[in-house]
Nanobody, 119 residues
Framework: QVQLVESGGGLVQAGGSLRLSCAAS????????LGWFRQAPGKEREFAAKIDSSSGTPYYADSVKGLFTISRDNAKNRVYLQMTSLIPEVTAVYYC????????????WGQGTQVTVSS
């Protein structure tokens, strides 16, 4: 069982940056693939980025490539999402997610953190 708690969201002006953090419980953190998803108002939740458990390789949705960077610190049981050059269109609730191994369903979700970018 893994519990995820996001932090770091808030209100930022366009062009600014934010770093989201997700703290995870559990002693086998390194065996989980971790991801960030987002849900904008009136839209479905969508994938933003993930980082594999085995290789630590990051993957990004095309819409965030070059703007977001996902990283993990297995010693601290944390995953991060660095967001730069923010635009109002990225306003959404951002969710941290986890799954065992590199494939399969995302079994664990955080409660979400709101990111609002003002123009």
């Amino acid at each position: 069982q893994v519990q995820l708690v996001e932090s770091g969201g808030g209100l930022v002006q366009a062009g600014g940056s934010l770093r989201l953090s997700c703290a995870a419980s559990g002693r086998t953190f390194s065996s989980y693939t971790l991801g960030w998803f987002r849900q904008a108002p009136g839209k479905e939740r969508e994938f933003a980025a993930k980082i594999d458990s085995s290789s630590g390789t990051p993957y990004y949705a095309d819409s965030v490539k070059g703007l977001f960077t996902i990283s993990r610190d297995n010693a601290k049981n944390r995953v991060y999402l660095q967001m730069t050059s923010l635009i109002p269109e990225v306003t959404a609730v951002y969710y941290c997610a986890a799954r065992r191994g590199d494939f399969g369903l995302w079994n664990y979700w955080g409660q979400g953190t709101q990111v609002t970018v003002s123009s």
